[in-house]
């Protein structure tokens, strides 16, 4: 069964600090990882998709990498401003199983 | 495109009571799924389809119920609810399970007395 692990479970940086957040699985038979964020009380809003055979992906102040052999992931943000507050979350989607599975997040709080 | 809509944003059941729980996409995916989000416990999948008129069970099926008759709409039913069924849903589509980016819908509030 595949489990996703993500560590911390919570980071406080002050802003403008440079950070990443780290996500490791199981099983790393999957087709894709993506990274979300959520705010507090509202929906998850998709970052960064990593399909299985590539490395990388960027969007602006994020780049998040993908390291399938080892099971892992890390998403890099840049410059950490304020609104960047918010529990980031990683999943995967497996080839044996038509789902993500989610990782427990990390609460980031970017203190001005 | 309106992405994905769920209806109700929030809703208070007693012990017993049914009711379904709406999800939309205007995105033409094929995939969609049911997430219910508890402290401590993560996003664990409820049911998912793979495209209208099939569905299959995820991680914690019991006491839901799904159909898919058409690629845009995907309810979920609570056939008797209980309290251990209070939590936060959502909704998921994309446009195929391997490949697609999944979107999410903004949630329904769910709580059981």
């Known amino acids: 069964k595949q489990e996703v692990t993500q560590i911390p479970a919570a980071l406080s940086v002050p802003e403008g600090e440079n950070l990443v957040l780290n996500c490791s699985f199981t099983?790393?038979?999957?087709?894709?990882l993506q990274w979300f964020r959520q705010d507090p009380g509202k929906g998850l809003t998709s970052l960064l998709l990593?399909?299985?055979?590539?490395r990388e992906q960027t969007s602006g102040r994020l780049n998040a990498s993908l390291d399938k052999s080892s099971g892992r992931s890390t998403l890099y943000i840049a410059a950490s401003q304020p609104g960047d507050s918010a529990t980031y979350l990683c999943?995967?989607?497996?080839?044996?199983?038509?789902?993500?599975?989610f990782g427990s997040g990390t609460r980031l709080q970017v203190q001005p | 495109n309106a992405g994905v809509t769920q209806t109700p944003k929030f809703q208070v059941l007693k012990t017993g009571q049914s009711m379904t729980l709406q999800c939309a996409q205007d995105m033409n995916h094929e995939y969609m799924s049911w997430y219910r989000q508890d402290p401590g416990m993560g996003l664990r999948l409820i049911h998912y389809s793979v495209g209208a008129g099939i569905t299959d069970q995820g991680e914690v099926p019991n006491g839901y119920n799904v159909s898919r008759s058409t690629t845009e709409d995907f309810p979920l039913r609570l056939l008797s609810a209980a309290p251990s069924q209070t939590s936060v849903y959502f909704c998921?589509?994309?446009?195929?399970?391997?490949?697609?980016?999944?979107?999410f819908g903004p949630g329904t509030r769910l709580t059981v007395t």
């Open positions: 099983d790393s038979a999957i087709y894709n």
């Open positions: 998921a589509s994309s446009l195929s399970t391997a490949w697609g980016e999944q979107y």
């Open positions: 990593i399909q299985s055979s590539q």
């Open positions: 999943a995967v989607m497996g080839t044996g199983r038509r789902a993500l599975t």
